[in-house]
Protein backbone atom coordinates (compact mmCIF):
# COMPACT_ATOMS: atom_id res chain seq x y z
CA UNK A 1 0.00 0.00 0.00
CA UNK A 2 1.20 3.41 -1.23
CA UNK A 3 2.64 4.96 1.70
CA UNK A 4 1.37 8.80 0.88
CA UNK A 5 -2.58 7.29 0.77
CA UNK A 6 -3.60 7.80 4.17
CA UNK A 7 -1.61 11.57 4.69
CA UNK A 8 -3.27 12.37 1.07
CA UNK A 9 -6.83 11.68 3.00
CA UNK A 10 -5.80 13.57 5.90
CA UNK A 11 -5.01 16.41 3.64
CA UNK A 12 -8.66 15.93 1.61
CA UNK A 13 -10.76 15.75 4.99
CA UNK A 14 -8.78 18.54 6.48
CA UNK A 15 -9.92 20.80 3.15
CA UNK A 16 -13.08 19.53 3.17
CA UNK A 17 -14.02 20.63 6.55
CA UNK A 18 -12.15 23.86 6.33
CA UNK A 19 -14.68 24.21 3.58
CA UNK A 20 -17.34 23.71 5.37
CA UNK A 21 -16.90 25.33 8.01
CA UNK A 22 -16.05 28.50 6.02
CA UNK A 23 -19.16 28.24 4.34
CA UNK A 24 -21.01 27.87 7.09
CA UNK A 25 -19.54 31.08 8.49
CA UNK A 26 -19.66 32.92 5.90
CA UNK A 27 -23.63 32.36 6.14
CA UNK A 28 -23.36 33.10 10.17
CA UNK A 29 -21.42 36.51 9.99
CA UNK A 30 -23.76 37.63 6.67
CA UNK A 31 -27.07 37.11 8.98
CA UNK A 32 -25.83 38.02 12.46
CA UNK A 33 -22.93 40.15 12.01
CA UNK A 34 -19.36 39.55 13.84
CA UNK A 35 -21.05 40.68 17.27
CA UNK A 36 -24.25 38.16 17.19
CA UNK A 37 -22.29 34.92 15.36
CA UNK A 38 -20.95 31.95 17.81
CA UNK A 39 -18.70 29.53 17.24
CA UNK A 40 -21.59 27.30 18.45
CA UNK A 41 -23.88 28.59 16.00
CA UNK A 42 -21.44 28.48 13.13
CA UNK A 43 -20.77 25.01 14.38
CA UNK A 44 -24.28 23.42 13.99
CA UNK A 45 -24.61 25.49 10.58
CA UNK A 46 -21.85 23.22 9.58
CA UNK A 47 -23.06 20.25 11.02
CA UNK A 48 -19.39 19.81 13.28
CA UNK A 49 -19.03 19.47 16.77
CA UNK A 50 -18.01 22.66 17.62
CA UNK A 51 -14.60 21.29 19.09
CA UNK A 52 -14.08 20.60 15.23
CA UNK A 53 -14.69 23.98 14.54
CA UNK A 54 -11.77 25.35 16.63
CA UNK A 55 -9.17 22.65 15.70
CA UNK A 56 -9.33 24.30 12.78
CA UNK A 57 -10.14 27.95 13.81
CA UNK A 58 -9.13 28.30 17.25
CA UNK A 59 -11.05 32.01 17.76
CA UNK A 60 -14.09 33.67 16.46
CA UNK A 61 -11.83 36.46 15.49
CA UNK A 62 -9.19 34.17 13.02
CA UNK A 63 -12.91 32.62 11.16
CA UNK A 64 -14.20 35.97 10.42
CA UNK A 65 -10.81 37.20 9.18
CA UNK A 66 -10.42 34.17 6.92
CA UNK A 67 -14.23 34.45 5.38
CA UNK A 68 -12.99 38.14 4.87
CA UNK A 69 -9.55 37.19 3.07
CA UNK A 70 -11.49 35.21 0.99
CA UNK A 71 -14.18 37.11 -0.33
CA UNK A 72 -11.29 39.69 -1.18
CA UNK A 73 -9.03 37.01 -3.18
CA UNK A 74 -12.35 36.00 -5.07
CA UNK A 75 -12.19 39.76 -6.21
CA UNK A 76 -8.62 40.33 -6.32
CA UNK A 77 -9.17 37.51 -8.91
CA UNK A 78 -11.63 39.29 -10.80
CA UNK A 79 -9.72 42.23 -11.90
CA UNK A 80 -6.81 40.04 -12.98
CA UNK A 81 -8.60 40.96 -16.34
CA UNK A 82 -6.85 44.89 -15.87
CA UNK A 83 -3.18 43.78 -16.44
CA UNK A 84 -3.50 41.30 -19.39
CA UNK A 85 -6.55 43.30 -21.33
CA UNK A 86 -5.36 45.69 -24.39
CA UNK A 87 -7.71 48.46 -23.14
CA UNK A 88 -10.75 49.85 -21.09
CA UNK A 89 -13.19 47.63 -23.20
CA UNK A 90 -11.73 44.55 -22.76
CA UNK A 91 -10.39 45.19 -18.91
CA UNK A 92 -13.45 47.13 -17.50
CA UNK A 93 -16.37 45.31 -18.83
CA UNK A 94 -14.78 41.92 -18.33
CA UNK A 95 -13.95 42.88 -14.36
CA UNK A 96 -17.90 44.30 -14.26
CA UNK A 97 -18.64 40.88 -15.27
CA UNK A 98 -16.63 39.27 -12.99
CA UNK A 99 -17.98 41.40 -10.21
CA UNK A 100 -21.24 40.80 -11.23
CA UNK A 101 -20.49 36.95 -11.35
CA UNK A 102 -19.20 36.91 -7.88
CA UNK A 103 -22.37 38.96 -6.17
CA UNK A 104 -24.17 36.24 -7.97
CA UNK A 105 -22.56 33.12 -6.44
CA UNK A 106 -20.52 34.51 -3.27
CA UNK A 107 -23.81 36.84 -1.58
CA UNK A 108 -23.55 36.69 1.56
CA UNK A 109 -19.14 37.34 1.67
CA UNK A 110 -20.16 40.04 -0.03
CA UNK A 111 -22.52 41.65 2.36
CA UNK A 112 -20.16 40.18 5.09
CA UNK A 113 -17.67 42.90 3.99
CA UNK A 114 -20.02 45.44 3.23
CA UNK A 115 -21.18 45.52 7.14
CA UNK A 116 -17.62 45.03 8.57
CA UNK A 117 -16.86 48.46 6.66
CA UNK A 118 -19.94 49.73 7.59
CA UNK A 119 -19.09 49.65 11.25
CA UNK A 120 -15.76 51.09 10.49
CA UNK A 121 -14.00 47.96 9.95
CA UNK A 122 -13.16 47.18 13.71
CA UNK A 123 -11.88 44.00 12.81
CA UNK A 124 -10.38 43.92 9.20
CA UNK A 125 -9.11 48.10 9.39
CA UNK A 126 -5.52 46.81 8.95
CA UNK A 127 -6.45 44.87 6.08
CA UNK A 128 -7.68 47.89 4.47
CA UNK A 129 -5.07 50.10 5.35
CA UNK A 130 -2.16 47.32 3.15
CA UNK A 131 -4.06 44.73 0.58
CA UNK A 132 -6.96 47.28 -0.56
CA UNK A 133 -4.71 50.44 -0.58
CA UNK A 134 -2.14 48.52 -2.60
CA UNK A 135 -4.99 46.80 -4.82
CA UNK A 136 -6.63 50.32 -5.28
CA UNK A 137 -3.58 52.05 -6.00
CA UNK A 138 -2.28 49.50 -8.47
CA UNK A 139 -5.90 49.81 -10.67
CA UNK A 140 -5.50 53.54 -10.63
CA UNK A 141 -2.48 53.50 -12.54
CA UNK A 142 -3.62 51.23 -15.14
CA UNK A 143 -6.29 53.31 -15.60
CA UNK A 144 -4.52 56.22 -16.02
CA UNK A 145 -2.67 54.38 -17.93
CA UNK A 146 -5.46 54.37 -20.57
CA UNK A 147 -6.48 57.60 -19.93
CA UNK A 148 -3.14 58.88 -20.92
CA UNK A 149 -3.98 56.75 -24.16
CA UNK A 150 -6.56 58.33 -24.98
CA UNK A 151 -8.56 55.42 -24.76
CA UNK A 152 -11.06 56.64 -22.45
CA UNK A 153 -12.78 59.58 -20.87
CA UNK A 154 -10.28 61.63 -18.25
CA UNK A 155 -12.17 60.63 -15.00
CA UNK A 156 -11.66 59.94 -11.49
CA UNK A 157 -10.18 56.49 -11.75
CA UNK A 158 -10.42 56.03 -7.61
CA UNK A 159 -14.49 57.42 -7.90
CA UNK A 160 -14.49 55.10 -11.48
CA UNK A 161 -13.41 52.11 -8.86
CA UNK A 162 -16.14 52.90 -6.52
CA UNK A 163 -18.60 53.25 -9.02
CA UNK A 164 -17.73 49.89 -10.48
CA UNK A 165 -17.91 48.20 -6.93
CA UNK A 166 -21.33 49.74 -5.89
CA UNK A 167 -23.04 48.47 -8.79
CA UNK A 168 -22.10 45.23 -9.12
CA UNK A 169 -22.05 44.49 -5.37
CA UNK A 170 -25.35 46.01 -4.93
CA UNK A 171 -27.00 42.87 -6.61
CA UNK A 172 -25.27 40.92 -3.59
CA UNK A 173 -25.54 42.97 -0.44
CA UNK A 174 -29.53 44.25 -1.65
CA UNK A 175 -30.46 40.96 -3.21
CA UNK A 176 -33.54 40.79 -1.28
CA UNK A 177 -34.73 44.32 -2.55
CA UNK A 178 -34.17 43.10 -5.47
CA UNK A 179 -35.55 40.30 -5.62
CA UNK A 180 -38.83 42.24 -4.31
CA UNK A 181 -38.84 44.71 -7.22
CA UNK A 182 -38.02 41.20 -9.54
CA UNK A 183 -41.98 40.54 -8.70
CA UNK A 184 -40.53 38.76 -5.66
CA UNK A 185 -38.50 36.26 -7.63
CA UNK A 186 -35.10 35.73 -8.21
CA UNK A 187 -33.16 36.61 -11.22
CA UNK A 188 -33.13 33.88 -13.60
CA UNK A 189 -29.95 33.44 -16.05
CA UNK A 190 -31.45 35.33 -18.26
CA UNK A 191 -32.24 38.24 -15.52
CA UNK A 192 -28.66 38.41 -14.59
CA UNK A 193 -26.88 38.56 -18.07
CA UNK A 194 -29.32 41.48 -19.14
CA UNK A 195 -28.40 43.15 -15.55
CA UNK A 196 -24.31 42.33 -17.04
CA UNK A 197 -25.01 43.41 -19.99
CA UNK A 198 -26.58 46.85 -19.24
CA UNK A 199 -24.21 48.02 -16.18
CA UNK A 200 -21.25 47.47 -18.51
CA UNK A 201 -23.12 49.75 -21.18
CA UNK A 202 -24.11 52.25 -18.52
CA UNK A 203 -20.81 52.98 -16.80
CA UNK A 204 -18.51 52.12 -20.15
CA UNK A 205 -20.63 54.54 -22.25
CA UNK A 206 -20.38 57.26 -19.69
CA UNK A 207 -16.62 57.05 -19.63
CA UNK A 208 -16.42 57.46 -23.23
CA UNK A 209 -15.23 53.82 -24.49
CA UNK A 210 -16.79 52.84 -27.68
CA UNK A 211 -17.98 48.42 -27.28
Same mark, same amino acid.
Given at each position: ??????????????????? #?? @?? $? *????? &??? !????????? =?????????????????T??????????N??? #?? @?? $? *????? &??S !?P??????? =?????????????????????????????????????????????????????????????????L????????????F?????????????????????????????????????
Amino acid at each position: MNSNVTPIRKQNKRRENEL #VI @LQ $A *AEKVF &AEA !GFGGATMQL =IADVAGLPKANVHYYFSTKEELYRQVVSNIFE #VW @LA $A *AGTFE &AAS !GPAEGIGAY =IDAKMEISRTHPAGSKVWASEVMHGAPIIQDYLETKLVAWTNGRIDVINTWIAAGLMDPVSPRHLLYLIWSSTQHYADFGHQIQTLNTGTPLTDDDWQAAKTAVKQIILKGIGVKT
